[in-house]
Protein backbone atom coordinates (compact mmCIF):
# COMPACT_ATOMS: atom_id res chain seq x y z
CA UNK A 1 0.00 0.00 0.00
CA UNK A 2 1.61 3.15 -1.10
CA UNK A 3 0.77 6.74 0.42
CA UNK A 4 2.63 9.89 1.79
CA UNK A 5 4.23 8.14 4.80
CA UNK A 6 6.97 10.24 4.37
CA UNK A 7 5.27 13.32 5.72
CA UNK A 8 5.72 12.04 8.81
CA UNK A 9 9.10 11.23 8.71
CA UNK A 10 10.14 14.47 7.33
CA UNK A 11 10.97 17.44 9.53
CA UNK A 12 7.74 19.41 10.24
CA UNK A 13 7.79 22.39 12.36
CA UNK A 14 5.71 21.66 15.12
CA UNK A 15 3.07 24.61 16.13
CA UNK A 16 4.51 27.19 18.64
CA UNK A 17 3.38 26.54 22.00
CA UNK A 18 3.36 29.10 24.40
CA UNK A 19 6.69 28.76 27.61
CA UNK A 20 5.18 26.64 30.18
CA UNK A 21 4.81 27.72 33.55
CA UNK A 22 7.27 27.25 36.25
CA UNK A 23 7.04 24.61 38.62
CA UNK A 24 8.14 24.34 42.43
CA UNK A 25 11.27 22.17 40.97
CA UNK A 26 11.94 24.83 38.67
CA UNK A 27 11.70 27.55 40.70
CA UNK A 28 14.18 26.11 43.36
CA UNK A 29 16.28 24.90 40.79
CA UNK A 30 19.22 26.58 38.77
CA UNK A 31 18.08 27.95 36.00
CA UNK A 32 20.18 25.98 33.53
CA UNK A 33 23.29 23.98 33.62
CA UNK A 34 26.50 25.39 33.77
CA UNK A 35 28.36 25.20 30.94
CA UNK A 36 31.86 24.10 31.29
CA UNK A 37 33.78 25.48 28.28
CA UNK A 38 30.47 25.85 26.19
CA UNK A 39 29.45 22.11 26.94
CA UNK A 40 27.62 20.09 29.05
CA UNK A 41 27.80 16.43 29.66
CA UNK A 42 25.76 13.43 29.01
CA UNK A 43 25.38 12.69 32.96
CA UNK A 44 24.62 16.24 34.01
CA UNK A 45 21.67 16.20 31.36
CA UNK A 46 20.46 13.10 32.55
CA UNK A 47 20.64 13.60 36.09
CA UNK A 48 18.83 17.17 35.52
CA UNK A 49 15.99 15.04 33.62
CA UNK A 50 15.24 12.85 36.22
CA UNK A 51 14.62 15.27 38.47
CA UNK A 52 12.65 17.36 36.17
CA UNK A 53 10.25 14.38 35.68
CA UNK A 54 10.20 12.72 39.18
CA UNK A 55 9.93 16.83 40.20
CA UNK A 56 12.68 16.52 42.69
CA UNK A 57 15.00 19.08 44.02
CA UNK A 58 18.86 18.89 44.85
CA UNK A 59 20.47 17.74 47.79
CA UNK A 60 20.84 21.23 49.90
CA UNK A 61 23.25 20.07 52.90
CA UNK A 62 20.81 17.99 54.69
CA UNK A 63 23.21 15.13 56.18
CA UNK A 64 20.87 13.12 56.96
CA UNK A 65 18.79 12.93 53.88
CA UNK A 66 21.43 10.01 52.35
CA UNK A 67 20.47 7.60 54.93
CA UNK A 68 17.17 8.27 54.19
CA UNK A 69 17.42 7.85 50.40
CA UNK A 70 19.22 4.85 50.79
CA UNK A 71 16.39 2.74 52.67
CA UNK A 72 13.98 4.18 50.62
CA UNK A 73 15.91 2.91 47.63
CA UNK A 74 15.99 -0.17 49.70
CA UNK A 75 12.22 -0.06 49.49
CA UNK A 76 11.77 0.70 45.74
CA UNK A 77 14.36 -2.02 44.50
CA UNK A 78 12.00 -4.66 46.93
CA UNK A 79 8.96 -3.79 45.69
CA UNK A 80 10.29 -3.70 41.96
CA UNK A 81 12.51 -6.70 42.04
CA UNK A 82 9.94 -9.07 44.21
CA UNK A 83 6.94 -8.52 41.89
CA UNK A 84 5.40 -6.54 44.19
CA UNK A 85 4.49 -3.78 41.48
CA UNK A 86 1.33 -5.12 40.00
CA UNK A 87 1.73 -4.13 35.73
CA UNK A 88 -2.28 -4.75 35.58
CA UNK A 89 -2.61 -1.71 36.81
CA UNK A 90 -1.25 0.15 34.43
CA UNK A 91 -3.25 0.94 31.60
CA UNK A 92 -3.51 -2.09 29.00
CA UNK A 93 -3.44 -1.50 24.52
CA UNK A 94 -6.57 -1.24 23.18
CA UNK A 95 -7.33 -4.83 21.57
CA UNK A 96 -7.41 -3.42 17.92
CA UNK A 97 -3.74 -2.55 18.20
CA UNK A 98 -2.28 -6.22 18.32
CA UNK A 99 -4.68 -7.06 15.18
CA UNK A 100 -3.58 -4.03 13.16
CA UNK A 101 0.14 -4.22 14.21
CA UNK A 102 0.16 -7.76 13.12
CA UNK A 103 -2.15 -6.10 9.57
CA UNK A 104 0.30 -3.41 9.19
CA UNK A 105 2.94 -6.06 8.63
CA UNK A 106 1.15 -7.86 5.73
CA UNK A 107 1.69 -6.61 2.39
CA UNK A 108 -1.11 -8.12 1.36
CA UNK A 109 -4.32 -5.88 2.79
CA UNK A 110 -5.66 -3.19 1.15
CA UNK A 111 -6.89 0.08 2.78
CA UNK A 112 -10.42 -0.90 2.97
CA UNK A 113 -9.26 -4.31 5.22
CA UNK A 114 -7.56 -1.59 7.33
CA UNK A 115 -10.41 0.89 7.70
CA UNK A 116 -12.37 -1.73 9.13
CA UNK A 117 -9.87 -2.64 11.28
CA UNK A 118 -9.59 1.19 12.27
CA UNK A 119 -13.70 0.78 12.41
CA UNK A 120 -13.93 -0.79 15.57
CA UNK A 121 -12.54 1.74 17.52
CA UNK A 122 -14.22 5.06 17.21
CA UNK A 123 -11.72 7.52 18.77
CA UNK A 124 -9.33 5.63 16.68
CA UNK A 125 -11.32 6.92 13.32
CA UNK A 126 -11.31 10.39 14.63
CA UNK A 127 -7.24 10.62 15.05
CA UNK A 128 -6.70 8.91 11.73
CA UNK A 129 -9.48 12.00 9.97
CA UNK A 130 -7.79 14.29 12.20
CA UNK A 131 -4.20 13.61 10.94
CA UNK A 132 -4.84 13.32 7.85
CA UNK A 133 -7.09 16.77 7.63
CA UNK A 134 -4.18 18.43 8.52
CA UNK A 135 -2.16 20.94 6.66
CA UNK A 136 0.88 18.16 5.65
CA UNK A 137 -1.48 16.44 4.08
CA UNK A 138 -3.88 18.76 2.77
CA UNK A 139 -4.68 17.71 -1.16
CA UNK A 140 -6.73 19.41 -3.87
CA UNK A 141 -10.03 17.12 -2.51
CA UNK A 142 -11.19 17.09 0.50
CA UNK A 143 -10.98 13.02 2.57
CA UNK A 144 -14.15 11.80 2.54
CA UNK A 145 -13.62 8.54 3.80
CA UNK A 146 -12.20 6.69 6.27
CA UNK A 147 -10.41 4.31 3.62
CA UNK A 148 -9.30 7.77 1.64
CA UNK A 149 -7.42 8.20 4.85
CA UNK A 150 -5.79 5.63 5.25
CA UNK A 151 -4.36 4.96 1.83
CA UNK A 152 -3.46 8.87 2.24
CA UNK A 153 -1.69 7.84 5.59
CA UNK A 154 0.57 4.54 4.35
CA UNK A 155 1.55 1.88 6.17
CA UNK A 156 4.34 3.80 8.28
CA UNK A 157 2.21 6.62 8.64
CA UNK A 158 -0.43 4.83 9.89
CA UNK A 159 1.63 2.67 12.35
CA UNK A 160 2.63 5.94 13.75
CA UNK A 161 -0.67 7.53 14.06
CA UNK A 162 -2.07 4.69 15.42
CA UNK A 163 0.72 4.09 18.17
CA UNK A 164 0.92 7.71 19.03
CA UNK A 165 -3.15 7.56 19.73
CA UNK A 166 -2.40 4.57 21.90
CA UNK A 167 0.53 5.83 24.12
CA UNK A 168 0.18 9.43 24.29
CA UNK A 169 -2.77 8.06 27.15
CA UNK A 170 -1.10 4.95 28.64
CA UNK A 171 1.88 7.34 29.68
CA UNK A 172 -0.47 10.26 30.62
CA UNK A 173 -2.13 7.40 33.32
CA UNK A 174 1.04 5.64 34.32
CA UNK A 175 1.83 8.16 36.89
CA UNK A 176 -1.42 7.57 38.64
CA UNK A 177 -4.17 9.76 39.18
CA UNK A 178 -2.34 12.42 40.79
CA UNK A 179 0.64 12.31 38.43
CA UNK A 180 -0.86 14.43 35.39
CA UNK A 181 2.42 17.06 35.93
CA UNK A 182 4.65 13.93 35.50
CA UNK A 183 2.78 12.46 32.41
CA UNK A 184 3.05 15.19 30.22
CA UNK A 185 6.48 15.60 31.03
CA UNK A 186 6.63 11.84 30.16
CA UNK A 187 4.97 12.06 26.86
CA UNK A 188 6.79 15.59 25.77
CA UNK A 189 10.10 13.18 26.24
CA UNK A 190 8.63 10.09 24.34
CA UNK A 191 7.49 12.11 20.93
CA UNK A 192 11.14 14.04 20.96
CA UNK A 193 12.63 10.54 21.60
CA UNK A 194 10.27 8.91 18.65
CA UNK A 195 11.64 11.65 16.52
CA UNK A 196 14.74 11.14 17.16
CA UNK A 197 15.04 7.22 17.21
CA UNK A 198 13.54 7.33 13.15
CA UNK A 199 16.67 9.92 12.32
CA UNK A 200 18.98 8.14 14.05
CA UNK A 201 17.67 4.38 12.52
CA UNK A 202 18.52 5.11 9.13
CA UNK A 203 20.74 2.39 8.34
CA UNK A 204 20.68 0.65 11.51
CA UNK A 205 17.42 -0.90 12.04
CA UNK A 206 13.70 -0.53 11.48
CA UNK A 207 12.33 3.11 11.91
CA UNK A 208 9.01 2.03 12.69
CA UNK A 209 10.17 -0.35 15.62
CA UNK A 210 13.21 2.39 16.77
CA UNK A 211 9.55 4.85 16.81
CA UNK A 212 8.14 2.48 19.24
CA UNK A 213 11.48 2.09 21.20
CA UNK A 214 11.52 5.82 21.64
CA UNK A 215 8.04 5.99 22.92
CA UNK A 216 8.03 3.25 25.62
CA UNK A 217 11.62 4.02 26.35
CA UNK A 218 10.85 5.89 29.76
CA UNK A 219 7.48 4.52 30.58
CA UNK A 220 8.48 2.47 33.85
CA UNK A 221 9.63 6.30 35.23
CA UNK A 222 6.19 7.06 35.47
CA UNK A 223 5.83 3.64 37.42
CA UNK A 224 9.15 4.81 39.99
CA UNK A 225 6.84 8.37 40.38
CA UNK A 226 3.28 6.96 41.04
CA UNK A 227 5.52 4.37 43.80
CA UNK A 228 7.13 7.57 45.16
CA UNK A 229 3.74 8.89 46.04
CA UNK A 230 1.44 6.81 46.34
CA UNK A 231 2.41 3.33 47.72
CA UNK A 232 5.87 4.66 49.51
CA UNK A 233 3.68 7.85 50.43
CA UNK A 234 7.36 9.58 50.47
CA UNK A 235 7.75 13.30 49.85
CA UNK A 236 11.39 14.66 49.72
CA UNK A 237 12.43 18.31 49.97
CA UNK A 238 16.08 16.91 48.79
CA UNK A 239 17.74 14.45 46.54
CA UNK A 240 21.13 13.39 45.82
CA UNK A 241 22.42 12.48 42.49
CA UNK A 242 23.19 8.93 43.72
CA UNK A 243 19.30 8.84 44.75
CA UNK A 244 18.34 10.28 41.36
CA UNK A 245 20.52 7.45 40.07
CA UNK A 246 19.31 4.42 41.64
CA UNK A 247 15.33 5.89 40.64
CA UNK A 248 16.79 5.34 36.77
CA UNK A 249 17.53 2.24 37.22
CA UNK A 250 14.81 0.58 38.96
CA UNK A 251 12.51 2.84 36.30
CA UNK A 252 14.31 0.84 33.59
CA UNK A 253 13.76 -2.23 35.42
CA UNK A 254 9.97 -1.24 35.22
CA UNK A 255 10.14 -0.42 31.53
CA UNK A 256 11.15 -3.88 30.48
CA UNK A 257 8.42 -5.42 33.06
CA UNK A 258 6.08 -3.38 31.23
CA UNK A 259 7.03 -3.93 27.92
CA UNK A 260 6.43 -7.44 28.30
CA UNK A 261 2.93 -6.42 29.86
CA UNK A 262 1.91 -4.79 26.13
CA UNK A 263 3.40 -7.43 24.78
CA UNK A 264 5.93 -5.04 22.42
CA UNK A 265 7.48 -6.98 19.50
CA UNK A 266 10.42 -8.49 20.10
CA UNK A 267 13.58 -6.32 18.82
CA UNK A 268 11.89 -3.22 20.92
CA UNK A 269 11.57 -5.62 24.15
CA UNK A 270 15.22 -6.67 23.57
CA UNK A 271 16.18 -3.21 23.06
CA UNK A 272 14.53 -2.28 26.41
CA UNK A 273 15.98 -5.02 28.34
CA UNK A 274 19.58 -4.53 26.86
CA UNK A 275 19.33 -1.13 27.83
CA UNK A 276 18.26 -1.59 31.19
CA UNK A 277 21.64 -3.47 31.69
CA UNK A 278 23.37 -1.32 30.16
CA UNK A 279 25.66 -0.34 33.49
CA UNK A 280 26.91 -3.96 33.50
CA UNK A 281 27.29 -5.19 29.78
CA UNK A 282 27.71 -2.60 26.66
CA UNK A 283 24.99 -2.47 24.35
CA UNK A 284 25.26 -4.57 20.92
CA UNK A 285 22.04 -4.41 19.28
CA UNK A 286 21.83 -1.33 17.08
CA UNK A 287 18.57 -0.34 18.20
CA UNK A 288 19.43 -0.30 22.18
CA UNK A 289 22.66 1.81 20.76
CA UNK A 290 19.93 4.07 18.90
CA UNK A 291 17.40 4.26 21.93
CA UNK A 292 19.78 5.62 24.12
CA UNK A 293 20.84 7.88 22.07
CA UNK A 294 17.89 8.99 21.26
CA UNK A 295 17.15 9.12 24.81
CA UNK A 296 19.84 11.07 25.57
CA UNK A 297 19.22 13.93 22.86
CA UNK A 298 15.31 14.38 23.28
CA UNK A 299 16.45 14.86 27.24
CA UNK A 300 18.81 18.12 26.38
CA UNK A 301 15.81 19.18 23.81
CA UNK A 302 13.30 19.26 26.65
CA UNK A 303 15.37 20.60 29.25
CA UNK A 304 16.43 23.10 26.94
CA UNK A 305 12.70 23.97 26.14
CA UNK A 306 12.08 24.54 29.95
CA UNK A 307 15.43 26.36 29.98
CA UNK A 308 17.21 24.14 32.23
CA UNK A 309 19.98 23.83 30.27
CA UNK A 310 21.78 26.00 27.63
CA UNK A 311 19.95 25.36 24.44
CA UNK A 312 23.32 27.01 22.70
CA UNK A 313 25.96 24.96 24.75
CA UNK A 314 27.34 21.83 22.35
CA UNK A 315 26.06 18.41 24.26
CA UNK A 316 28.79 16.10 24.65
CA UNK A 317 28.32 12.07 25.87
CA UNK A 318 30.82 9.79 25.19
CA UNK A 319 28.00 7.05 25.47
CA UNK A 320 26.60 7.89 22.41
CA UNK A 321 29.83 8.36 20.63
CA UNK A 322 29.16 5.75 18.20
CA UNK A 323 26.98 7.53 15.85
CA UNK A 324 28.83 9.77 14.13
CA UNK A 325 29.17 13.56 15.53
CA UNK A 326 27.91 15.24 12.40
CA UNK A 327 25.02 12.93 12.75
CA UNK A 328 23.80 13.40 15.91
CA UNK A 329 24.34 17.42 15.35
CA UNK A 330 21.74 17.00 12.91
CA UNK A 331 19.46 15.37 14.74
CA UNK A 332 19.82 18.04 17.80
CA UNK A 333 18.82 20.52 15.11
CA UNK A 334 15.98 18.82 13.67
CA UNK A 335 14.56 18.09 16.59
CA UNK A 336 14.75 21.88 17.96
CA UNK A 337 13.09 22.91 14.41
CA UNK A 338 10.42 20.32 15.41
CA UNK A 339 9.31 20.95 18.77
CA UNK A 340 11.19 24.53 19.99
CA UNK A 341 9.14 26.74 21.71
CA UNK A 342 8.44 30.33 20.57
Known sequence: MMGNWWRLF???RAPATPAPRQTA????APNAIEASHGTVSGDEVEEHFHRFILNLPPLVGDSAAPAREQALLQRLKEF???GRFDVRTLPRMPTVLPQLMRAMKSDNLNGAQLANLIRRDPVLVGEV??????IAYRTAHPVGSLQHAVVLLGQIGLRHVVTSYVMKPILMASAGASGQLVGQRLWDHAERCAHAAVFLSKGQCDPFEAYLAGLVGYSGLGAVARLLEKDLGVTLSTSSPAFIAGCAQVATQLTVQVGHHWDLPPPVLDALIEHADAARNAMTL?????????QRLAMHQLLAEHRLVDAEA???DGSIT???SMLLARCQQDLRKNFATQ
Not at 25 to 28: C, I, K, Q, S, Y
Open 322 to 324: QFP
Open 129 to 134: MRVTGS
Open 286 to 294: PMSRVLHAA
Open 25 to 28: FERN
Open 314 to 316: DYT
Open 80 to 82: CDG
Open 10 to 12: APT
